[in-house]
Every structure is written in structure tokens, then in C-alpha cells.
């Protein structure tokens, strides 16, 4: 069983209002320093058999046209998962 | 227990036979009041099911707020790919009025037949209130019963509700007259440009993130002139449709 790990974030210039609630929670419980933070989102997407160059093009493919929306997010990684342990 | 009936205007007789369809996801909340809308200005309203691949021959179609499939991925991005949203997504581009209120218009920029995109509002919380808008383009399928420059209250009840678009978008969107609706006093989302509704380029469709379908009849709607919940700005977007479909 092969798995394709997909990266999405909120694009640069869009505000990240949930990363912004994170970065003001931190102080709170005594974490210094963050100046700033974002949030994204991460997809584990399960295939069977190898993941192939064949599997990681249509994953990239979901990627731009399902998992992410271009107006709001960028798509920062499609890779393929290290074997679990 | 039966649905209560719902007593039509007599004097928007004329209007008899303008079928207007109003489509149900899972997580739509406010397809009953969109329906009932319809009837209040003179229409039929027809109850289309997002598994069902058919517009049934409906003349208009409004696509109500809510929360389709919980608003998993983003507000939207799932019921864009409903079997509904297929013959949907032609029949909008071929000139069918559509409505998209709230999460409606949240699906319509998903399936990009509106430019842009919502995320949440800049506060983070979800708001609930009475707004002002004004009224950009009286041209539109859904707005040409409102002139230019007037302002309405159409309440408004949202967490997504931040319009954002690129600059390139905000600007053609602008320079052809497509900002529908903007919000008045105060933006109370962090929208782009302060806009809370627009148009596509032939102007039959229309995706704001106001609830029109909530000031349509007296004693239900926000407070008015005529005082406490007797606001009912909401129902010349139904009149209008049915108007533009009379010709």
C-alpha cells in the first residue's frame, strides 16, 4: 500500500485568520517568540500498490482541482509518503 | 403532519407559471425559506435534490445558505461536484437565472461560474445582523426591481463570509459594473473592496452573501420604517426574477 501526501496552505497574501487565533493562543500558555503563524491543511491519500509517477500526476492533478482552490491556497508539496516503521 | 400552506398574492397573477427551483444538499439550512420566498412573490417554487442530475424545466434556480456537507474541505468545494451542479453549471452558462445566497454563493465561485473565493471573516467569529447594503447594479436578473444607489437591510449570518479575489479580478469585476452589492457603514467581514454581492458578465447569475430570502414578508424580517420586523427589502430579488422571466 502506497500513500501520496498532499500540502495545502493558505496563499501568502490572504489573511490566515485561524493562524492568526493560533499565533495569539501561544503567549497564553507561556510560548515566546512565534511572531507568526499560519495554518494549512494536509491530505493522506492511499493507494494500492506502488505510487507511481503515473499515481503522483493524478494526485496533482486533485490537488489543484479538488483539494486546493487556487484563488485562496497554494499547493506546496505532492510526495510520497516514507514507509511507516 | 402536512406543510402548512402558503397563501399567494393574487395580484402577481401574471407571473403564474414562472418555476423557480430551489436546490436542497445536505446541510442546506434555508431551502424552505428560499422556497417560500418564491411563493411570496408570485412564483412556483420547485425543490431540486443534489443527487438528481435534472433541473426538471425549471425557469430560475437558487442555490440557499447552509452548510453543505458541513463545509468539509472548504465552504462549497464538495457540493460543486453534486450531480445536480452538471446540467446546473451548463444551463448558467446558456443564460438560466441562478441565485446563490450565502453558502449558494460559496458553491457558484467553487464551480467558477463567480469569480473569487470566500474564507472566514477577519474577526473569526461567525456575526449575525441586520445590514445595510447598497445596490451597485440594478441590471441583473435578480436586482432589476432595485435602482442603482439604493440601500436595503437584508440580514446577513455567516463565518466564511470574507469576499476575497486577486486584484485582477477585483479590478475587471469593477470596471464592468459587477459589483451587484457593497456593504454599507461598515465591512463586516474584511471583504474585498467591501463587496457582499456580484454578477457574472451576462448578469443572469448572482451569488451574495446576505439572505435576501429572510426579508421578504412582514413580521419575519429585520426592523423596517414601518417598524420592529416589517423590513422586507429581501423579495424584489424574487419579484425581479420573475419579471426578467416574464420579458
Known amino acids: ?85 | 403532519m402536512s406543510a402548512p400552506t402558503i397563501e399567494r398574492p393574487g395580484a402577481e397573477s401574471r407571473v403564474d407559471g414562472a418555476r423557480v427551483g430551489v436546490v436542497t444538499f445536505p446541510g442546506t439550512l434555508d431551502d424552505r425559506d428560499a422556497a417560500r420566498a418564491v411563493r411570496l412573490a408570485g412564483g412556483a417554487a420547485v425543490q431540486l435534490w443534489h443527487a438528481d442530475a435534472d433541473l426538471h424545466g425549471v425557469d430560475a434556480v437558487v442555490l440557499p445558505g447552509g452548510f453543505s456537507y458541513g463545509d468539509y474541505l472548504r465552504a462549497g468545494a464538495i457540493s460543486r461536484f453534486a450531480p445536480v451542479m452538471g446540467p446546473l453549471v451548463d444551463a448558467a452558462r446558456g443564460g438560466l437565472p441562478v441565485l446563490g445566497i450565502c453558502n449558494g454563493f460559496q458553491v457558484l465561485c467553487e464551480a467558477h461560474l463567480l469569480p473569487g473565493a470566500m474564507i472566514k471573516n477577519d474577526h473569526r467569529t461567525f456575526l449575525c445582523r441586520e445590514q445595510v447594503l447598497v445596490v451597485e447594479n440594478a441590471d441583473t436578473a435578480w436586482t432589476r426591481e432595485y435602482e442603482r444607489g439604493e440601500h436595503i437591510v437584508i440580514p446577513l449570518k455567516n463565518q466564511d463570509g470574507q469576499y476575497v479575489a486577486s486584484d485582477r479580478d477585483l479590478d475587471e469585476l469593477e470596471g464592468e459594473g459587477r459589483v451587484v452589492f457593497r456593504y454599507e457603514g461598515w465591512n463586516p467581514n474584511g471583504s474585498r473592496r467591501g463587496i457582499a454581492g456580484i454578477t457574472n458578465a451576462a448578469g443572469n447569475v448572482v451569488g451574495l452573501m446576505p439572505h435576501p430570502e429572510h426579508a421578504v414578508e412582514r413580521g419575519f424580517g429585520p426592523d423596517g420604517e414601518a417598524g420592529p420586523r416589517s423590513g422586507t427589502d429581501g423579495l424584489r430579488f424574487f419579484t425581479s426574477v420573475l419579471s426578467t422571466l416574464v420579458g
Open chain 1, 1 to 85: 500500500m502506497g500513500r501520496v501526501v498532499v500540502d495545502v496552505m493558505p496563499k501568502p497574501e490572504i489573511l490566515d485568520p485561524q493562524g492568526k487565533a493560533v499565533a495569539n493562543a501561544l503567549p497564553r500558555l507561556g510560548f515566546q517568540g512565534f511572531t507568526s503563524v499560519r495554518q494549512g491543511k494536509r491530505f493522506e491519500l492511499e493507494v494500492e500498490g506502488e505510487v507511481t509517477d503515473e499515481v503522483l500526476e493524478s494526485v496533482r492533478r486533485a490537488a489543484e482541482t479538488l483539494l486546493s482552490n487556487p484563488v485562496i491556497e497554494d499547493v506546496v508539496r505532492v510526495a510520497a509518503a516514507e514507509e511507516q516503521a
